[in-house]
């Protein structure tokens, strides 16, 4: 079974920045997909941005040229680098991780990120 967690959320003004990151608990390499989704209150569950095995990288529209997923190999670890922070980011952000062989999701506890003046 793996394992993810998140950090890094919390509370930012709007403009501001914050960085998450989403520990998996075995190799990143052993995965398909890793990804970031969100949620607000009342509305459903959206992709935010993923990384392939390869390195490729995709982003949902709303986040083009604020966001930035990146990993670090060694380390087990995704994350996703939020600037110029808006109100309507305000979610719960959840780490997603996809196994072809496996035929399996698996999912983060996710974690906070408001954004209020």
């Known amino acids: 079974q793996v394992q993810l967690v998140e950090s890094g959320g919390g509370l930012v003004q709007p403009g501001g920045s914050l960085r998450l990151a989403c520990v998996v608990s075995?190799?990143?390499?052993?995965?398909?997909?890793v990804g970031w989704y969100r949620q607000a209150p009342g509305k459903q569950r959206d992709l935010v941005a993923i990384i392939s095995l390869s390195g490729a990288t995709n982003y949902a529209d709303f986040v083009k040229g604020r966001f930035t997923i990146s990993r670090d190999i060694p380390k087990n670890t995704v994350y996703l680098q939020m600037n110029s922070l808006k109100p309507e980011d305000t979610a719960v952000y959840y780490c997603?991780?996809?196994?072809?062989?496996?035929?399996?999701?698996?999912w983060g506890q996710g974690t906070q990120v408001t954004v209020s003046s």
């Open positions: 075995e190799s990143i390499l052993s995965l398909n997909v």
């Open positions: 997603k991780a996809s196994s072809r062989l496996r035929r399996a999701d698996y």
